[in-house]
């Protein structure tokens, strides 16, 4: 029963963001809220679930108001995405879905920049700013659906006045593969010199449910992971290189870079679970009371990231 209950717990990727899935936030709207999660990126749920989710947890009022959250999905089979220029305010709770949440991020989007911070913004972006600002649904597929995913988590951390607020990417279930494909790309933006083996192992020992179902060749071979890592390696396009470098967890081919410090993944999460991407200290002593508990864990690296 615990374990069951420990399952829907969102997981820590790195820095603000988590990952999970419906039951994540159904289960455990509370504790995300305790979590500063404010963000939350949908992908292969019907916009018309989300839109429900979304009003569920406006109506809660575990947020304060429908200002306070913002949330955003992918739905390929979306037929018909709202202009935000002709989306009005009613009772419905898909129009109202889409009218609040593309005017928040909107608003995210054109918030008041000085003339370098604008450029810095734009610069951290692989596709134009327009492209996020019409609807916060998103049909776009293949090499488009990395891009547009990426420069939103962009989007979200450039603009965020407070860096304590996460981002929750979630799906109907942990081993949806366009979920795991997004989650390994974030890794490979972070650190471009990662192969695409060592981003999913690392991601594989972060989750809670087993891997026995998860179909990896289709992992490798997805054309628009493979066609996105191309172009950021390309054109060096990542948020700032991580100082840390994930091993090969199967002990297979080491990464060496002169440039960063290496450490060792093992097959046990206890041990992965303590990695940051962004943090070079790791402390061991705590690694085993940190394993029981993977709040603890998350705990630990707000803590870090405060310091």
Not at 105 to 116: M, P, V, W
């Amino acid at each position: 029963m615990a374990f069951i209950e420990n399952q829907y717990k969102p997981q820590l990727l790195d820095k603000n963001i988590y990952f999970g899935t419906l039951q994540t936030i159904t289960k455990h709207s509370v504790l995300l809220a305790n979590q500063n999660i404010r963000y939350f990126i949908g992908i292969d749920i019907p916009t018309e679930t989300v839109s429900q989710l979304y009003n569920d947890i406006v109506n809660s009022g575990i947020y304060g108001s429908k200002d306070d959250i913002l949330m955003i999905n992918f739905d390929s089979k979306f037929l018909s995405p709202a202009d935000y220029d002709n989306l009005q305010l009613n009772n419905d709770p898909l129009t109202f879905y889409q009218w609040n949440n593309t005017r928040l991020l909107n608003s995210l989007i054109n918030d008041r920049l000085s003339l370098s911070q604008n450029f810095e913004f734009e610069n951290a972006l692989f596709g134009n700013k327009t492209n996020y600002t019409k609807s916060n649904v998103f049909t776009v597929d293949n090499f488009e659906k990395f891009q547009y995913f990426n420069d939103l988590i962009a989007i979200i951390n450039f603009q965020n006045s407070n860096p304590s607020n996460g981002i929750l990417i979630f799906a109907d279930y942990e081993n949806n593969e366009n979920l795991i494909t997004l989650l390994i790309s974030i890794v490979l933006k972070k650190n471009p010199s990662l192969k695409i083996l060592d981003a999913l192992q690392f991601i594989k020992n972060l989750k809670h449910d087993n891997n026995y179902n998860l179909k990896e060749e289709r992992i490798f071979w997805c054309s628009g992971l493979l066609n996105y890592f191309e172009e950021i390696r390309k054109n060096n396009l990542y948020w700032g290189i991580s100082p840390r470098i994930i091993n090969d967890c199967n002990n297979s081919n080491n990464i060496q870079n002169n440039n960063y410090n290496s450490v060792k993944c093992t097959s046990n999460k206890r041990t992965t679970n303590n990695i940051d991407l962004d943090n070079t200290n790791t402390n061991n002593n705590n690694s085993k009371a940190i394993a029981t508990d993977p709040i603890a864990s998350i705990a630990r690296s707000k803590r870090a990231r405060s310091d």
